[in-house]
């Protein structure tokens, strides 16, 4: 079955924790994303790639890092997670130039 | 950059009604896409509907209409009949050929189904 898959759903943690969201696709799209969702404010792109070791910063990039060592793993670290980046994360992909892109299930954190 | 605003942070409806969400955009480009994603409480995102700016004819799947007004920049979406599963939010985005690597999301419209 096509789809993306991240891991945790849902995690809580203290500030300056660091930590991993898991991201892996398996229908070998170019182009990844992370996303983060607040209320009010809609989805907003945190860091894209558009291939293996290809990546650059999105609208929201600061206190998150990414890397794309292979084509199917994007995983967002958070160094030192504080409370303002407790939010709804969400993993997107899809081949270059398609109108269509694929969405995790999302991952709710809570920083305290 | 483009921006999409949807004004209306929530809409109620009745059950077998009808009910239209708004969404406007602002860019500069005359070939993009528009679409309309509905996350449940599942928060998955599904997409319902999508849109070729360069196509005039207003895209239909099922139940789900758009009114797409390209000179205004307005992209609503029509549900016809509504269902209790129609429960949830429902965000326009739109997505440039040329920053296709990228979408841009409005901040949603909860959409409430009364039985």
């Known amino acids: 079955e096509a789809q993306v898959t991240q891991n945790p759903r849902y995690l809580i943690t203290v500030t300056g924790k660091k930590l991993t969201v898991t991201c892996s696709q398996n229908?070998?799209?170019?182009?990844m994303s992370w996303y983060r969702q607040d209320p009010g404010l809609g989805l907003r792109q945190i860091y894209y790639?558009?291939?293996?070791?290809?990546?650059d910063k999105g609208d929201v990039p600061e206190g998150y890092k990414v890397s794309r060592k292979e084509k199917r793993n994007f995983p967002l670290i958070l160094e030192s997670p504080s409370p303002n980046q407790t939010s709804l994360y969400f993993c997107a992909s899809s081949f270059r130039g398609a109108t269509e892109a694929f969405f995790g299930q999302g991952t709710r954190l809570t920083v305290v | 950059a483009q921006t999409v605003t949807q004004s209306q942070p929530e809409m109620s409806v009745q059950e077998a009604e009808t009910v239209t969400l708004s969404c406007t955009y602002d860019?500069?480009?005359?070939?993009?896409?528009l679409f309309w994603y509905k996350q449940p409480p599942s928060r998955q995102m599904i997409l319902v509907i999508r849109?070729?700016?360069?196509?005039?004819q207003n895209a239909t799947e099922n139940r789900f209409s758009v009114n797409f007004q390209k000179a205004a920049k307005s992209f609503s979406l029509k549900i016809s009949d509504s269902q209790l599963g129609d429960a949830a939010m429902y965000f326009c985005a739109y997505r440039s050929p040329i920053n296709d690597y990228k979408l841009s999301f409005g901040a949603g419209t909860t959409v409430t189904v009364r039985a």
């Open positions: 860019t500069s480009e005359s070939d993009y896409y």
């Open positions: 849109q070729e700016a360069y196509k005039q």
């Open positions: 790639s558009m291939n293996v070791e290809v990546t």
């Open positions: 229908m070998n799209h170019e182009y």
